[in-house]
């Protein structure tokens, strides 16, 4: 049997060359796009984690508090369990400063070093002069860190290298390690401390019951790993929408491989038939069939899991980028490829090719050898209306599992499974534009448009799979392409309504959710006097745990904000009545303003008292919308803030000038005055907005482009195959006198109008997938309500755009179909 399955499965490969090639190509693709994106997200994930855990080794559990700094002055508290326990407290910071890569953000972990050999590390005492700083290894040391801390210019000296244990992944490039005393000085935060990390002695074990006892009032324990969790849990959402997308360009080409996988069974019926009458076993005629597909898949698996990690290394910047952007620090760079990464792609990619070749592995086995060598066995018209009315009943369920009631916020099994409903479905439903498109076959008078549209009214497999697949692909960049733009529109109205200062002055390197760049009190002080300036606005916002989850405790000037500025209120009223109740009521009845995230994340509502902790209380007033956040916000009035926290720093300043100050001129007084801020103009600031939106999204086209290259490619591979199986018509054309040019108008118009029906398909789709987006994924899984907003020009253009690729696409297999000699034996089993 060795002989028999060289024969039947290798030979036809090597005489198929260009099929399985095409077959090859379209696995490695998908394979490739799922497994850069995986690589991506998981070393982005790790770059994460790896500045959530810091420096040292062995830490249990973390103390900090609820919001705000711990005070150095309570860790004497801490001393009777000094004989279990190693304690090492932390602070952070962040510096920056413009190197060869443009402006660099590194994030200053500050610690007690000669303490740190309790975790594990030893530390030579050499490297604890003041303004010195332990960098990782991509940093040599002597080197002189030139640049800035909270706006100010500082200089420190690089003393040697972050001890590095082999159980940890490496340290993190953007990483500086400081003795906390000098750090305390730098940062200008004296006394203060952002966590205690703790770990057991050698030999010893301490409770949990025993730590919480000693520890002060208002300060709370957890697990160490929780830090991580916390970590992977902020991103979770972003990283399984890109997940989900990749897998667009999978999908899209099992369509592709379920046409080569039947055109090959097609073309070898008479094989499939005599092995039938020769008695060999059904079961083994589907696994030379299903053999040839486990080939092709894992060899595409291969080039993809090579064509994956060369594709990570650039994936990984935009990931990096964009969560360092949303959720925090993360400087990952490039992407390794693990064994199991790499294996989880490979069954992936193999498991697809043998899916897609089942139902023709099924039809070569149970077919009878009459049936398959039958004339046109292999082209037999598809039974589209049961198969249409099948994708109405899907796209229906799909909706109504996406838009299931009452569901807790950060469920998305729903969406995700009414999403893909609406996908299958839709692909199924497509099949009826194939007859309706090619009803003018019937009455046209021009021979070449009857001849090109008629075989639409009886579809083939070949064109119902071909329309299927470029609808799938057409739908999800209308679905995606919508879900952008309406965000787009969503977040330009934000914009226009919450940016009204006329300059916004922010720390230099402040980039990041995770930029601890402050603006000292003195330099927002010197601003403020500057005659040109009428009123400041000063935020501040610091990570903060409500309910054992992390968000934002924030806080503005609400008497400048409600009278010269404004928050787009959603509910409890208008921005000043609200702002302003606020301010008037102080201290003596704390109010706050929650964003929508923090209210849909948390389930408060307006008028209710919310439990900050250390036996701070405040009674949400009103709540506002806001898409910079997906963590959610509570913004206390300046003066509250003060009196709880006494942190008198700013993470950002809205300047409102005096009348007939001129904007411009006047930001660029103000950068040349503070070359340690960062200062912008509204309209600057607009702009800089819009472009990292766009930056954040085109990892999202990319995908939507390969996945549509990939539909395009099984249409063209469509064509040629019903090209072969008209070989006939195509000799009968060219015997009554139809020219090259005539046939190929011919073959074109038949792929186009399997391009249109495709296309009008895929738009239905996508306008149905996007507003589940819209309305179902963007609300549960990032907590913010979107405008649905329909762009047009996107979707005539995307249209116009695939027909004219479709077409440009087809036009030179249609060239070479016209040129194809009338053979009988192709002619009867090419299908």
């Known amino acids: ?171 993190q490039r953007n990483l500086l390690v400081m003795d906390l005393p000098a750090a305390q000085v730098l940062l200008g935060r004296p006394g203060q401390l952002d966590r205690l990390d703790l770990g057991p002695l050698p030999g010893r074990s301490v409770t949990p019951e025993r730590i919480a006892a000693a520890l002060p009032p208002g300060w709370t324990l957890e697990p160490a790993e929780q830090r991580a969790s916390s970590a992977r849990a902020m991103s979770g959402a972003f ?26 069974v097609n073309r070898r019926r008479e094989t499939w038939a005599l092995l039938q009458a020769l008695g060999c076993p059904r079961g083994r005629i589907l696994g030379f069939v299903l053999a040839e597909a486990a080939i092709l898949g894992g060899l595409g698996s291969l080039l993809g899991i090579a064509l994956g990690w060369a594709g990570a290394q650039g994936a990984v910047r935009f990931v990096a980028r964009t969560m360092e952007a949303l959720y925090g620090a993360a400087s990952a760079r490039h992407a390794a490829l693990g064994a199991p990464e790499a294996a989880a792609a490979f069954v992936l990619g193999t498991l697809t090719c043998l899916l897609a070749a089942w139902v023709p592995a099924r039809r070569a086995a149970a077919t009878p050898p009459v049936q398959l060598l039958a004339r046109g066995a292999g082209a037999r018209p598809m039974r589209w209306a049961p198969a249409a009315l099948a994708g109405l009943a899907l796209l229906g369920a799909g909706l109504a599992v996406a838009f299931l009631p009452r569901l807790p916020p950060g469920t998305l099994w729903h969406a995700y499974l009414g999403s893909a409903l609406v996908l299958f479905g839709g692909s199924l439903a497509a099949l009826a534009l194939l007859p309706l498109i090619g009803l003018p076959g019937r009455t046209t008078r021009s021979w070449g448009l009857r001849l090109a549209l008629r075989p639409l009214i009886n579809p083939t497999g070949r064109h119902g799979f071909a329309a299927a697949a470029l609808a799938v692909a057409v739908g999800m960049t209308v679905g995606m392409g919508v879900m952008v733009r309406s965000f787009e529109a969503t977040v330009e109205g934000w914009i226009g309504d919450s940016l009204r200062a006329d300059i916004y002055v922010a720390p230099l390197g402040a980039g990041g959710a995770g930029s601890r760049h402050r603006i000292p009190p003195e330099a927002a002080a010197a601003l403020q006097a500057d005659p040109a300036i009428a009123a400041v606005d000063r935020y501040q916002a610091v990570p903060f745990t409500f309910r054992g989850q992390i968000t934002s405790l924030a806080t503005g000037d609400f008497r400048v904000l409600g009278t010269r500025g404004h928050l787009p209120m959603i509910r409890g009223g208008s921005s000043e009545a609200v702002l302003s109740r606020i301010h008037r009521d102080g201290l003596g009845l704390p109010g706050a303003v929650a964003s929508e995230t923090f209210s849909r994340r948390f389930g408060v509502r307006v008028g209710e008292v919310l439990d900050l902790g250390s036996g701070r209380a405040v009674t949400l007033r009103g709540i506002y919308g806001d898409y910079g956040n997906e963590r959610g916000s509570l913004i206390l009035d300046r003066p509250v803030f003060l009196a709880w926290l006494g942190d008198a720093r700013a993470a950002s300043l809205a300047l409102y000038l005096a009348p007939g100050v001129p904007a411009e001129e006047t930001a660029r007084r103000l950068a040349e005055a503070h070359p340690g801020l960062l200062v912008r103009s509204n309209v600057a600031l607009r702009s800089q907005v819009e472009r990292i939106f766009h930056q954040t999204f085109a990892i999202t086209y990319a995908l939507e482009v390969i996945g549509l290259a990939v539909a395009l490619a099984g249409l063209v591979q469509s064509l040629a195959g019903l090209a072969l199986a008209r070989r006939g018509d195509i000799w009968t054309l060219r015997a009554l006198g139809g020219g090259d040019g005539a046939i190929t108008r011919v073959l074109l118009g038949e792929g186009c109008g399997v391009a249109l029906a495709g296309c009008a398909g895929g738009l239905g789709l996508g306008l149905l997938l996007s507003r589940i987006l819209v309305q179902v994924l963007n609300p549960q899984a990032f907590g913010w309500t979107l405008a649905y907003h329909l762009p047009w020009g996107f979707l005539g253009g995307l249209t116009g755009l695939c027909l004219l690729a479709a077409a440009a696409a087809q036009l030179p297999v249609a060239r070479w179909a016209a040129r194809l000699p009338a053979d009988r034996q192709a002619e009867e089993g090419a299908s």
């Open 239 to 264: 990283r399984l929408n890109l997940t989900v997308l990749s897998l667009i360009a999978l999908a899209v080409g099992a369509y592709l491989l379920f046409q080569a996988f039947d055109a090959a």
């Open 1 to 171: 049997m060795n002989g028999l399955h060289a024969r039947l499965v290798w030979r036809p490969l090597r005489l198929e060359a260009g099929r399985a090639f095409l077959a090859v190509l379209a696995v490695a693709l998908g394979v490739s796009v799922f497994l850069a994106i995986r690589l991506a997200n998981r070393a982005a994930v790790a770059s994460f984690e790896g500045f959530a855990q810091g420096v040292g080794t062995g830490a249990e559990y973390v103390v900090k508090a609820p919001f705000g700094p711990l005070d150095e002055g309570d860790l004497r508290r801490l001393e009777p369990l000094r004989d279990a326990l190693w304690i090492r407290p932390v602070l952070e910071g962040s510096f920056c400063r413009t190197g060869p890569r443009g402006l660099e953000t590194f994030q200053i972990l500050a610690t007690d070093l000669v303490g740190l050999g309790g975790g594990g590390s030893r530390v030579d005492d050499g490297l604890l002069d003041p303004a010195s700083v332990l960098v990782s290894a991509a940093l040599g040391p002597g080197d002189a860190l030139e640049g800035f801390v909270d706006g100010r210019a500082v200089k420190l000296r690089v003393a040697g290298r972050i001890p590095e244990a082999p159980e940890r992944p490496p340290v």
